[in-house]
C-alpha cells in the first residue's frame, strides 16, 4: 500500500470547519486541533522498492484505485493506491459521516508533524458501526477471493515436489541402475543447489532486464489479452542459463568431455536466441530472418556432428554411432551425423513454438531434462548432473516466470533449452527417449507442420484453403477455444510428467 500526502505551508493556521466541509472527510462537531507544517512540502510513503515476484502479481492482477479530496488552500491532495483494491481508505467512498481519518494542523508555529487520527467506530452510531464494519468485511472477502489464490505458484510448488521425490528414488535405487557406486543424493543435489541459485538471480536479473527496458515485442496476430504483456521484461535466459551450466560443471568435478560439448552448443543456440531477440528491438521489430537462424542452428548441429565423429567418448559400448532401443542396438553409422542436425533443429523450434504461455515451456522443459537425466544415467552420468542441473535453473526460473510472469525467457533461454536437450541425446544416442519426453514440444512443432500442409492442400484441390486449428501453435488454439491460460499450463505438466517418466523407463530398458 503506498499512502501519499502533500501538503503547502500557509500563513495562516486551517480552518478545521473549512477543512472538514471541502474535504467531506468527517462531520465532528468538535473542533479540530491544527498541526503547522514548516517545510514547504512533505511527502510520506510506505512502498518499498524491493522486487518481490509473487508483489508482481498482485500488481499485475489488481486493479490500482486512487480517491482524490480537494479541500481548501491548506490541504492539496490525499492519494490513496492500493494493490489488492482493499484498503482502510476505502471508507471514504461510504459516506461523510463514516470517515475513517482525519487530516490535522495544530498552528503556525508548531513543530511541523503530520498526523493522521483515526475515528474509532465507538465514536459512531450503532446502526452505522454495523454498517461500515459490514462493508469492510465485504471489501475484505471480495479481495481475498481475487488476490490471495494463486495458481502458478500451487503448479510450481507441485512441480518442485514431484521432481524432487522422483530424484530421490533414482538417488537411492541407483546403484541397481548403474551398478557403480554413486555419490549420496547424485542428482538431487545439482537439481536443488541450481534451483535454489536461478531463483535467487532472478532478484538481481529481472530488475535489471526492467531497468534496460528489454520488453516482450507483442505482434498483433495472437490473442487480444496478449498485448498486456508487452510490457513484461525478457531475454530471462540470459541469468538462469548460465546458473545451470556452471552448477553442472562445478557438481562434475573432473572434466568430462560430454559435459563440456553439451555446454557449448547450449550456450551457441543461446546467443543465436540472444541476437533474434536483440534485433526484435530494433525498429523493423520482426528478428531474424528465420532462414538465417535455420542456417545457424543447422551450423552448430553440424559442428557437433564431426566433433562426435573425431572425438573418444566415454561409452559402454565398443563402438560409436548407435542408437539404442529396447529391442536392441541399432548401427546407424554415417546417417548418424545427419541426424544429430535435424535433431537440434528441430528441437530448437518446437521449444521456441511452445514459448507462448506463462510457465509453460519452463516447467516442460525441467520435466522433459529429468526424463534425460534418468535414461542417460547408465550410458553417462555426468550427463546426468547436466540434466539436473539445468531442470533445477528451470524450476527456479519458474518462481519469476509463473503466472503472471514478472519476466519472459524469450529467445535467449527457449533456445538454448532445445539446444541442450539435443545435445545430450546426441552424445548418448538417446534420441528415441527425447522425443518422448519433449512429446509437448513435439506436439507444438507438429501442429504448425499440420496446419501449413492442410492449408495447402485444401486450397490445391478445392480452391479455397481451410484450417484444422483455430489458430498454431496448439495453445492458441486451446486458448481460443475457451480454456484459461492457467488450465493450459497446468494439462501441459501432467503429460509432461507421464512422458518423462515413460521417457526414462524406455532409456533404461534401452541402456
Excluded at 193 to 222: D, N, Q, T, W
Excluded at 230 to 259: C, D, N
Amino acid at each position: 500500500m503506498k499512502l501519499s500526502v502533500a501538503m503547502r505551508s500557509h500563513s495562516s493556521s486551517l480552518n478545521p470547519h473549512r477543512l472538514s466541509s471541502s474535504t467531506g472527510l468527517t462531520r465532528s462537531p468538535k473542533p479540530l486541533p491544527s498541526v503547522a507544517v514548516s517545510s514547504p512540502r512533505i511527502r510520506v510513503s510506505a512502498a518499498s522498492s524491493f522486487y518481490c515476484p509473487i508483489r508482481f502479481q498482485l500488481k499485475r492482477s489488481g486493479n490500482v484505485q486512487k480517491r482524490r479530496r480537494r479541500s481548501g488552500y491548506g490541504v492539496v491532495r490525499a492519494d490513496a493506491a492500493d494493490d489488492d483494491s482493499v484498503s482502510p481508505f476505502d471508507d471514504w467512498a461510504i459516506d461523510d459521516t463514516m470517515a475513517g481519518y482525519i487530516l490535522s494542523s495544530d498552528g503556525e508555529y508548531s513543530d511541523g508533524d503530520l498526523a493522521l487520527n483515526s475515528l474509532s467506530d465507538e465514536d459512531l452510531p450503532l446502526e452505522q458501526a454495523l454498517a461500515k464494519a459490514s462493508y469492510r468485511l465485504a471489501l475484505r472477502g471480495k479481495g481475498l477471493k481475487r488476490h490471495r489464490v494463486y495458481p502458478g505458484l500451487i503448479m510450481n510448488l507441485t512441480l518442485i515436489i514431484f521432481v524432487t521425490m522422483v530424484l530421490l528414488v533414482v538417488d537411492w535405487c541407483g546403484w541397481k541402475i548403474v551398478r557403480l557406486p554413486l555419490a549420496p543424493f547424485y542428482l538431487t543435489s545439482p537439481f536443488l543447489i541450481s534451483l535454489i541459485l536461478a531463483s535467487c538471480a532472478g532478484y538481481v536479473g529481472v530488475p535489471l532486464l526492467r531497468i534496460f527496458r528489454f520488453h516482450e515485442v507483442v505482434r498483433k496476430i495472437g490473442p487480444p489479452k496478449y498485448m498486456r504483456k508487452k510490457r513484461t521484461p525478457t531475454m530471462g535466459g540470459l541469468f538462469f542459463v548460465p546458473v545451470g551450466i556452471a552448477v553442472a560443471r562445478f557438481a562434475t568435478g573432473v572434466y568430462s568431455a560430454e559435459v563440456a560439448a553439451t555446454a557449448a552448443a547450449t550456450f551457441a543456440f543461446a546467443a543465436i536466441g540472444l541476437l533474434d531477440d536483440a534485433l526484435s528491438f530494433t525498429k523493423r521489430k520482426c528478428g531474424m530472418d528465420p532462414w538465417l537462424r535455420l542456417l545457424l542452428e543447422a551450423a552448430v548441429g553440424i559442428w557437433f556432428s564431426f566433433w562426435l565423429d573425431t572425438t573418444n567418448l566415454s561409452s559402454p559400448y565398443g563402438m560409436k554411432m548407435l542408437v539404442p532401443l529396447p529391442q536392441g542396438l541399432l548401427c546407424l553409422g554415417k546417417l548418424y551425423l545427419l541426424l544429430t542436425p535435424f535433431c537440434f533443429v528441430s528441437m530448437g523450434k518446437g521449444v521456441n513454438l511452445a514459448d507462448g504461455l506463462d510457465g509453460l515451456v519452463a516447467g516442460t522443459a525441467a520435466l522433459a531434462f529429468i526424463g534425460m537425466s534418468i535414461a542417460v544415467l547408465p550410458l553417462c552420468p555426468e550427463l546426468s548432473i547436466f540434466g539436473a542441473a539445468m531442470a533445477g535453473a528451470c524450476i527456479g526460473f519458474l518462481l519469476h516466470n509463473q503466472y503472471k510472469a514478472a519476466v519472459i525467457m524469450g529467445d535467449t533461454g527457449a533456445s538454448a533449452l532445445g539446444g541442450a536437450l539435443a545435445a545430450m541425446a546426441a552424445c548418448t544416442g538417446m534420441f528415441f527417449p527425447l522425443f518422448i519426453a519433449s512429446g509437448f514440444f513435439v506436439l507444438e512443432a507438429s501442429s504448425v507442420i499440420m496446419q501449413v500442409l492442410y492449408f495447402k492442400a485444401t486450397k490445391h484441390y478445392e480452391g479455397r484453403g481451410r484450417r484444422l486449428f483455430k489458430m498454431v501453435p496448439l495453445h492458441l488454439h486451446l486458448e481460443l477455444c475457451g480454456h484459461k491460460e492457467t488450465t493450459i499450463v497446468a494439462g501441459a505438466y501432467i503429460v509432461s510428467c507421464v512422458l518423462a517418466l515413460f521417457a526414462a523407463y524406455i532409456g533404461l530398458k534401452s541402456a
